[in-house]
């Protein structure tokens, strides 16, 4: 991955390559089971009604938009450092008539006052992180007393006869069909990559317990994806 500093430039150029057909290569290659994912997320994150909701590392704003969707009366913010993705989502919400505010920001130096959200979220861009206690702690600052975490992730494949076909196709079969939809294969090579790398869960609980959360997570899709909760109490 290089030094984190080269790992957040090189995700900010690759990401904003594919940002066209990044939501239709997210269903491809989900088969569609991604939207799930996200509403279940979506209950944990919506759980205690919060006001103010920050998505971080919110891309096209797919998830942002569920919240806002599913949460009309609460203030929902979007906030990632890929200008070309936050354009898309803009468009995506003037399509919905779902106001939501989607800004520029650096997720490990975020833009706000601490205690103003009551739930910070991050759907699929966790990993992407130069740096995972610094964005913790940067959820910790911007949340309220109270407040919810909620990181939805792809864990590295476990063992067993699932995870080495799950092992395979990341590796072998979804670069190839991302490679061929986006024309940007290292894009799709990075992706498996950058799953193989992510703590496993039980290790990311532990990382968000160092920062302050009582935590808790669980597997989806036999264990294709997680959801962490994390409550600052």
């Known amino acids: 991955m290089g030094d984190k500093q080269d790992k957040g430039r090189d995700v900010q150029a690759m990401f ?3 940002a066209p ?7 491809v290659l989900s088969l569609g089971v991604d939207r799930g994912w996200r509403r279940e ?10 006001a103010r909701v920050l998505d971080v590392a919110t891309g096209t704003a797919d998830f942002a938009l569920e919240l806002k969707a599913r949460a009309p009366g609460a203030e929902v913010v979007g906030s990632d450092f890929v200008p070309q993705m936050l354009r898309i989502g803009r468009e995506k919400a003037a399509a919905r008539h779902l106001d939501i505010r989607l800004e520029e920001g650096d997720a490990l130096n975020l833009p706000y ?4 959200f009551d739930s910070v979220t991050c759907a699929f861009g966790f990993r992407n992180f130069a740096d995972y ?3 913790l702690a940067e959820f910790w600052r911007v949340l309220a007393p109270g407040g919810r975490a909620v990181i939805l992730e792809f864990p590295p494949p476990r063992a067993g006869l699932f995870g080495s076909v799950f092992r395979f196709y990341f590796q072998h079969v979804l670069p190839r ?11 799709y090579t990075y992706l498996p990559e950058s799953v193989l790398a992510f703590p496993p869960p039980e290790r990311l ?5 160092a920062t302050g959360f009582r935590t808790r997570h669980r597997l989806l899709t036999f264990g294709i ?9």
């Open 16 to 18: 904003a390559d594919i």
């Open 21 to 27: 057909r990044y939501d239709l290569l997210n269903r």
């Open 41 to 50: 997320a979506a209950d944990e994150a919506l759980a205690f009604n919060p």
């Open 113 to 116: 006052p601490d205690g103003s």
């Open 133 to 135: 206690e610094r964005g």
């Open 177 to 187: 069909v991302g490679g061929l939809i986006s024309g940007n294969a290292g894009a």
């Open 205 to 209: 609980a532990d990382l968000m317990r």
């Open 225 to 233: 994806a997680a959801i962490h909760v994390g409550d600052k109490l």
